[in-house]
């Protein structure tokens, strides 16, 4: 029987998934909005499905990517929540539409500034996020 434990511990373990990446994600939607408040930036929330290929690709190609998670750290305040595990804050449930991975940006206030649905390759992340926040630098 201990054979047989270990055996299915091994195997999860194996195939456990990382969905961190190179981000520095906040423990909670209220921390974030908390620390933006004080930085003068937006939260980005990322709102995934366990089970949802784009929403993992996010996790293992883009979020690994230096670059984009270095712009992350440094710009946005991040905050991640699996749809289907974690129980997500109303405020942010409202701007929700239930397509996945969906990119929130959201202002300190906690009025949305914009969003996105979908991944995308790291470039074209990068990109996204340099103008999400010029364009919210320039509306200060």
Known sequence: MKKFVFLILSAVLMFAF??????????SYQSAKSIAAKEHKLVM??????NCPPCRYLATK???NSQVANYINKNFVPVF???????????????????TPTILFIEPNGKLFTYFVGAREPAD???ILQKV????????
Do not use: C, M, R
């Open 81 to 99: 929540y699996l749809a289907d595990k974690d129980s997500i804050p109303t405020e942010v449930q409202n701007y929700f539409t239930g397509s």
């Open 133 to 140: 926040k010029s364009k919210y630098k320039a509306s200060k």
């Open 62 to 64: 883009v979020y690994t």
């Open 125 to 127: 992340f990068l990109a």
């Open 45 to 50: 929330v990322d709102i995934a499905l366990t």
């Open 18 to 27: 990382e969905w961190s990446g190179k981000v520095n994600w906040s423990i």
